[in-house]
């Protein structure tokens, strides 16, 4: 399995950026898969997914509003679209991917098998 995230950038507040994470080597539609990010000497922290494919995704409650997780089983591609974004929001966001998980492990970091390298937000003026 790999999971390859890009998208990332320098922008300023406000402004918006679209993530991708495409996925090999697995049944994508059969993966719960998330989004995650790190902050300089912070936990890794989730932000949203998707426990099955067609479910409703699940949100940090600092991204509601303001995120849409998004996943294309054909192209096994996830997606986060960010508006409205913070220098808060600047962190390394990593896309994740479990075949075998509960819902309520969803936002546990340490329950994804499968990690992508990471791509770099960073929201500053």
């Known amino acids: 399995v790999q999971l390859q995230a890009s998208g990332g950038g320098l922008v300023q507040p406000g402004a918006s950026l679209k993530l991708s994470c495409a996925a090999s080597?697995?049944?994508?539609?059969?993966?719960?898969v998330a989004w995650f990010r790190q902050a300089p000497g912070k936990d890794r922290e989730f932000v949203g997914g998707f426990h099955r494919s067609g479910s409703i995704p699940l949100y940090a409650d600092s991204v509601k509003g303001r995120f849409t997780i998004s996943r294309d089983n054909a192209k096994k591609t996830l997606y986060l679209e960010m508006n409205n974004l913070r220098p808060e929001d600047t962190a390394v966001f990593y896309c994740?991917?479990?075949?075998?998980?509960?819902?309520?492990?969803?936002?546990?970091?340490?329950?994804?098998?499968?990690w992508g390298q990471g791509t770099q937000v960073t929201v500053s003026s």
């Open positions: 080597g697995l049944t994508f539609s059969a993966y719960a």
């Open positions: 994740a991917a479990s075949r075998t998980i509960i819902y309520s492990q969803l936002r546990v970091a340490s329950s994804y098998t499968n």
